[in-house]
């Protein structure tokens, strides 16, 4: 897909089917359930099928597709609709048909604000260094590094290590 745009025929659906695991989790990590996170990745691959999209390569594929997925789980959470309906994050019910693991420190991390999750989803969930990760979201390399920070601090709360 190097130096190409996807198009609506068998490119797209092997884009598709490489992805497709790769953008649920992403999703899931927002949304904590499985019905909503089926959608924003479905929404995700609307956007790229509508669009004319040049890929400069795997790594560029895999940042679009993560940058693009929080910001629509973001704005279903932010929409009004979203916010109307109960919230069933109590029951902590996760799908049979999850393909990861779901351990404690990835529930924790799914609890976390958005600011703090984007950060450690993508530090240590995806593997990008602090750098790349600023320059994902727009931020200053320091306000990534602050962000790690606090949220190391707020996990390490939650899951019971000892603080300094």
């Known amino acids: 897909m190097?130096?190409?745009?996807?198009r609506p025929d068998e490119d797209f659906e092997a884009f598709y089917l490489k992805y497709y695991k790769f953008v649920y989790r992403v999703c899931f990590?927002?949304?904590?359930?499985?019905?909503?996170?089926?959608?924003?990745t479905e929404d995700v691959f609307v956007k790229v099928l509508g669009g004319k999209y040049?890929?400069?390569?795997?790594?560029?594929?895999?940042?679009?597709?993560?940058v693009t997925a929080m910001n629509l789980c973001k704005d279903k959470l932010k929409s009004k609709w979203h916010k109307?309906?109960?919230?069933?994050?109590?029951?902590?019910?996760i799908s049979a048909d999850c393909s990861?693991?779901?351990?404690?420190?990835l529930r924790e991390v799914m609890k976390l604000p958005p600011k703090y999750k984007?950060?450690?989803?993508?530090?240590?969930?995806?593997?990008?260094?602090?750098?790349e990760i600023a320059k994902i979201l727009r931020k200053p390399s320091s306000t990534v590094r602050n962000h790690m920070r606090e949220a190391r601090e707020m996990l390490k709360i939650k899951i019971g290590g000892e603080q300094k």
């Open 84 to 93: 109307s309906v109960v919230s069933l994050d109590g029951c902590e019910e």
């Open 100 to 105: 990861f693991g779901i351990d404690e420190t």
């Open 29 to 40: 990590i927002y949304m904590k359930n499985s019905f909503d996170s089926e959608d924003c």
């Open 54 to 66: 040049t890929f400069n390569g795997e790594e560029h594929e895999k940042k679009w597709l993560s």
């Open 2 to 6: 190097s130096d190409s745009y996807i």
């Open 118 to 131: 984007d950060v450690i989803y993508l530090y240590y969930y995806m593997g990008y260094k602090t750098e």
